[in-house]
């Protein structure tokens, strides 16, 4: 099982980046999958997660309070990715961001970090001007 984290980068505030999360090894649509991040000095956080989808159930997607009307997580089961849009993004926004599977939370995923199984390398993220 491997998942991998890329798409980071320069950015400045108010602009835009979409993260990737390629996963490989396992069925994408039986796990949930979660984006965290971990700014200098902080602990990681949850930013949002996506519940497990066949294309039949409803998605289900979280998000911490500060990305929500900002960030979109979405998936594409054909291709193995998750995405993570970051729209208008703000200096506090600058991490290394991490993307996690989880194959048990059903059918609501969760931003609880002791529930996913695997984890891929970060991305770094940095907010600037």
């Known amino acids: 099982v491997q998942l991998q984290a890329y798409g980071g980068g320069l950015v400045q505030p108010g602009g835009s980046l979409r993260l990737s999360c390629t996963t490989s090894?396992?069925?994408?649509?039986?796990?949930?999958i979660g984006w965290f991040r971990q700014a200098p000095g902080k602990e990681r956080e949850g930013v949002a997660c996506?519940?497990?989808?066949?294309?039949?159930?409803?998605?289900?997607?979280y998000y911490v309070d500060s990305a929500k009307g900002r960030f979109t997580i979405s998936r594409d089961n054909a291709d193995n990715t998750v995405y993570l849009q970051m729209n208008s993004l703000k200096p506090e926004d600058t991490a290394v961001y991490y993307c996690?599977?989880?194959?048990?939370?059903?059918?609501?995923?969760?931003?609880?970090?002791?529930?996913?199984?695997?984890w891929g390398q970060g991305t770094l993220v940095t907010v600037s001007s």
């Open positions: 996690a599977a989880d194959t048990s939370t059903w059918p609501s995923p969760t931003m609880s970090q002791h529930e996913y199984d695997y």
């Open positions: 090894g396992f069925t994408l649509e039986n796990y949930a």
């Open positions: 996506i519940n497990r989808n066949d294309g039949i159930n409803d998605v289900l997607a």
